[in-house]
């Protein structure tokens, strides 16, 4: 079955970088869309940014010049490197697989998701 699994969260400061990883198993890597979305306390879950199974990549207007994506199709892993990171970036963050080729940035559209990871900026 599919598989997915974030690491890389963490506390930093204002200003800070981070990378998250997603671990992916049980399916074809890149076959579909891989996305990744975090949620907020109180807040709804909303997409980051999602790597298209045509090499193709989309991002918030929040995460763009801020945020990157990139995979390692030989690890089966899409990275999220966070640099410039705002106490507005705090959430937990999730990747999920697309129910098609497409990325909607809406969580509906998404079949499988991993346990999230826990990222916290402070000020």
């Known amino acids: 079955q599919v598989q997915l699994v974030e690491s890389g969260g963490g506390s930093v400061q204002s200003g800070g970088s981070l990378r998250l990883s997603c671990t992916a198993s049980g399916y074809t890597f890149g076959s579909v869309c891989l996305g990744w979305f975090r949620q907020a306390p109180g807040k709804e879950r909303e997409g980051v940014a999602a790597?298209?199974?045509?090499?193709?990549?989309t991002y918030a207007d929040f995460a763009k010049g801020r945020f990157t994506i990139s995979p390692d199709n030989a690890e089966n892993t899409l990275y999220l490197q966070m640099n410039s990171l705002k106490p507005e970036d705090t959430a937990m963050y999730y990747c999920a697989t697309s129910l098609t080729r497409g990325c909607p940035p809406v969580p509906v559209a998404y079949k499988h998701w991993g346990q999230g990871t826990q990222v916290i900026v402070s000020s």
């Open positions: 790597l298209y199974s045509d090499g193709r990549e």
